[in-house]
C-alpha cells in the first residue's frame, strides 16, 4: 500500500481565516513533506518532518504552521493567508531522509479569497 | 543554486512511438533520480527510481542515468494517449531535499 491521504480536497478560505490540511500515511515513512505548487510550476519545497522532528522549513512564511502528532500524521496549519497563497498543496512520504522514493497524496486544492 | 532542467516542451508524438524525455542537472552529488507523471489537477506519481549509471526498464519505461554527463532521462515505448501528461524530473543531491525540474508536457496523438 503506497497511499498518502489528504483532506480536505478542496479548500476556500477568507484572509482572516485560520483551517488545517491534514495528510496521513500507514506505510511506516518516518519522513513527510509539505509542498506547494502553482500552476504549470513544480512542486515546491515547504517543511521536511524527520522522527516527527522538522528537519528541513525553507523559510516559509510564519502564517503557515506545520505540525506532526506521530507518525502517521502531518497537519499544516494556516493562519492570515494571502491570495497569492492559493495553490495545490502536496503531502508526500518518504521511507527515510536519504535516497528514498516520495509518494505524494492527491493534494488539497487551496483558495485564499 | 542547484538546479534540474528539462524541455518544457510540449513533446508531440503518434500513438505507438517511443517518447524520449530528457534532464540535465547541476549538482554533481546527486545520488538519486526520479521520474514523475502528472495529470493536469492531480498530484505527481513516482514512474521510476534510477540510482546508477546505465538502463533500468519497468515495462514500457526505461530510465537511463549517465553521472558523468549528468543527464538522465526517460523512454516510453509504444507510447499511448493515456501516457499524455507533464513528466516531473527530479533530483536528491548531497543534502536531503529534492529539486525538481519544471516539467516537459507529453502528447501523445490517437
Known amino acids: 500500500d503506497t497511499e498518502v491521504t489528504q483532506t480536505p480536497k478542496h479548500l476556500v478560505m477568507g484572509m482572516t481565516n485560520k483551517k488545517s490540511l491534514k495528510c496521513e500515511q500507514h506505510?511506516?515513512?518516518?519522513?513527510m513533506y509539505w509542498y506547494k505548487q502553482k500552476a504549470k510550476k513544480p512542486p515546491e519545497l515547504m517543511f521536511v518532518?524527520?522522527?516527527?522532528?522538522?528537519?528541513i522549513n525553507e523559510s516559509v512564511p510564519s502564517r503557515f504552521s506545520p505540525e506532526c502528532p506521530n507518525s502517521s500524521l502531518l497537519n499544516l496549519h494556516l493562519h492570515a493567508l494571502q491570495p497569492e497563497d492559493s495553490a495545490l498543496y502536496l503531502c508526500?512520504?518518504?521511507?527515510?531522509?536519504?535516497?528514498?522514493?516520495?509518494?505524494f497524496g492527491p493534494g488539497t486544492r487551496l483558495t485564499v479569497t | 543554486q542547484k538546479e534540474v532542467e528539462q524541455n518544457s516542451g510540449p513533446l508531440s508524438v503518434p500513438e505507438g512511438a517511443i517518447a524520449s524525455l530528457n534532464c540535465t542537472y547541476s549538482d554533481r552529488v546527486s545520488q538519486s533520480f526520479f521520474w514523475y507523471r502528472q495529470y493536469s489537477g492531480k498530484s505527481p506519481e513516482l514512474i521510476m527510481s534510477i540510482y546508477s549509471n546505465g538502463d533500468k526498464e519497468d515495462g514500457r519505461f526505461t530510465a537511463q542515468l549517465n553521472k558523468a554527463s549528468q543527464y538522465v532521462s526517460l523512454l516510453i515505448r509504444d507510447s499511448q494517449p493515456s501516457d499524455s501528461a507533464t513528466y516531473l524530473c527530479a533530483v536528491k543531491g548531497g543534502g536531503f531535499k529534492t529539486i525538481f525540474g519544471a516539467g516537459t508536457r507529453l502528447f501523445v496523438k490517437a
Open positions: 506505510m511506516g515513512h518516518r519522513a
Open positions: 508526500a512520504s518518504s521511507t527515510g531522509l536519504a535516497d528514498y522514493e516520495q509518494y
Open positions: 518532518y524527520s522522527y516527527e522532528k522538522l528537519s
